[in-house]
Structure formats: C-alpha cells, structure tokens
C-alpha cells in the first residue's frame, strides 16, 4: 500500500523489543524503509518514534481485530499497522529535546507536519491520520480559543482507521525516553479533561465501542 521498495532487516535490530509483545507483528519494513529516511538509527528521536509507534501499533492491531472478527480484511490490518507506525512522522521537526526532536517548531504541530511528509510521499489517506490523531482530535474551534500555531481546519478523526489509531495512541506517551508510558483509562480521561470535556467524551464513546488494549 505504501509503495515503498521493501527492504528485509530484523524487526528486533528496529525496535527496541522491551515493552513491545510481539516485535514481528507489529514490525513493517515498508513504514521503515519511510521512517529510515529521517531517523537515523541509533539516534534518540529515532529510539522513541520507532518504539512508541510499535507499541501503538500493537494495541491498534488488536483493537482492529476485535472490530473486524475472525476474518478480517488484510488492506485494512495493513494500513492499520502501517498508520500506527508512522503516525508520528513529523515530531522531527518539532523542538521536542527531551526526546531527541531539535527542529523549529511547536510540539503540537507535529500531526500537520506529518500530514505533510506523507502526501509528498503520495500516502493521503496515512497522512490524515498523522493530522488528526493529535489531542484525540481538535475542532477548528479548539484551535483558535487555545491559539494553537496549526491550520485553523478540523482535525477530528473521521475513518474507522483515523479513529483506532487515535484512540490506541492515547494509552502511550513517549516520556519517559525511550520507552515511555502505559496509561490506564482513567488517566486518559484525567488528562483530556485538562482540555475539555468533550475530548474526555470522546475518548469515552471510543472506550466503550473499542474496548481497553490488551
């Protein structure tokens, strides 16, 4: 789906394996071929971007499964596993030090950055999901009573697949580095109240149709 030329290297010289259940599930050589051309291997951002994309990737896969049944469509287990990997592309360009990102920008502006990246890449439909997974979805009108430095746009998750990958993304965060943190549902919900109860509503209706991650 990709079309990037693929490339056999061991899922487990990639992805730092700690955390991760099943590297070789979640492990896909066309994303990395996409994310070697910006993370350099070995370096921080590369560590924390390939780790917290495997482990979002594994809790998207399962909730893809859960939602398809005992059959489930290969394209759509595809892209899933492919989203999740790259789905933070562009935290490259951002000024995030602590976890080896030493661009220009604002953190927050790292869904839209990828979004970028990846339809230059001709990849529209990963792109969005880059764009619109960022604070469990933001509204146009989020982002101007916050003075967000993004596009004034929606940019709420709106496919099925917009949605898995943004709801398995709130359960992990990228501090601390490398491997970050697991969250409980409860502490998602605490943390989106912060910024409104209807990201917190949201997070809830995807809790209840989804179910937890394993």
Known sequence: MIGVKDRSTN??????????????????SVAEGIIARYYPRGGLAGNVLRRHGALV??????IARRVSGPDPDRSFIRFIREAALLHDIGIFRT?????????????VCHGYLGRKILEERG???HALVCERHVGAGLTAGDIR?????VPIRDMLPQTLEEEIVCFADCFFSKTPPPGGTRHSPEDVIAMLEAY???????????????????
């Open 11 to 28: 899922a487990a010289n990639v992805i730092d394996i700690a955390g991760v259940g099943n590297v070789a599930e979640v492990y896909d």
């Open 57 to 62: 990737a594994e809790a998207a896969l399962a």
């Open 95 to 107: 000024s995030a030090p602590e976890i080896g990102c030493t661009g220009s920008h604002p953190y």
């Open 123 to 125: 990849l529209p439909a």
């Open 145 to 149: 009573v916050m003075s967000l430095p």
């Open 196 to 214: 409104g109860s209807e990201k917190a509503e949201r997070f809830r209706r995807w809790l209840d149709r989804f179910g937890p991650p394993p």
